[in-house]
């Protein structure tokens, strides 16, 4: 009688929420003005003129709970409510003539506002 033994490759996690340079070089730029550390708290609550929106703030320390998105040492937190509509998304910086701000790039989002923080699922 033989043994055959059977390997099944362990499959990577799937990325569940991303960081862009972009918003890992301001995140940095903002520490270094603040002279400490800062994070990006992204929350999506009911609201908005789509049905969602994002909410950003910068915090210093991460609850227990958060799903922390790190690049380059930069790190932004996302709770687990939220995730569920953030799944796949992209945390983005974009610094253009008519506003410089964090956006969110969302797979899930079917429509948004002109302003880019409120979305529809």
Do not use: W
């Amino acid at each position: 009688m033989t043994t055959q033994t059977l390997t099944i490759a362990k499959k990577a996690a799937p990325v569940l929420v991303s960081l862009s340079p972009t918003a890992a070089m301001r995140l940095h730029a903002l520490s270094k003005a603040e002279g400490h550390e800062v994070m990006l708290r992204v929350a999506v609550e009911g609201g908005g003129c789509s049905g969602f929106q994002y909410l950003f703030d910068l915090v210093q320390a991460a609850e227990p709970d958060d799903l922390k998105v790190q690049l380059d040492g930069a790190t932004a937190l996302v709770d687990p409510v939220s995730l569920d509509l953030l799944k796949g998304s992209v945390i983005d910086f974009v610094d253009e003539l008519a506003a410089a701000q964090f956006q969110i790039r969302n797979p899930n989002a079917k429509s948004s506002c002109g302003c880019g923080v409120s979305f529809s699922v």
